[in-house]
Nanobody
């Protein structure tokens, strides 16, 4: 089972990026999926999560209104559209999946982790 995250890079403040997490090895269409991030020198924190149906997504207050999580169950893929990026969004972003649902995923109850992709917001 593998969660492969990609799409990170260097972007200027105010810019946008879209992260993609492609799952393989099992289907995640019944599981919650989401994103965490870890800034330099800080602990990993929750960013966004979504149930299998895509309803009622959860967002951290720090990204609400700027980030949008979505998923394509047919492709076993979850996305994170990041707009109006700020330097404080600089972090390694990790995708994650939980069989217990998005409320638990938000609390860090994760069954599967992907490798990270680095997002750097700088002018």
């Amino acid at each position: 089972v593998q969660l492969q995250a990609y799409g990170g890079g260097l972007v200027q403040p105010g810019g946008s990026l879209r992260l993609t997490c492609a799952a393989s090895g099992r289907t995640f269409s019944s599981d919650a999926m989401g994103w965490f991030r870890q800034a330099p020198g800080k602990e990993r924190e929750f960013a966004a999560a979504m149930s299998w149906s895509g309803s009622n997504p959860y967002y951290a207050n720090s990204v609400k209104g700027r980030f949008t999580i979505s998923r394509d169950n047919a492709k076993n893929t979850v996305y994170l559209q990041m707009n109006s990026l700020k330097p404080e969004d600089t972090a390694v972003y990790y995708c994650a999946a939980s069989v217990k649902g998005p409320a638990f995923l938000r609390l860090g109850v994760v069954d599967y982790w992907g490798q990270g992709t680095l997002v750097t917001v700088s002018s």
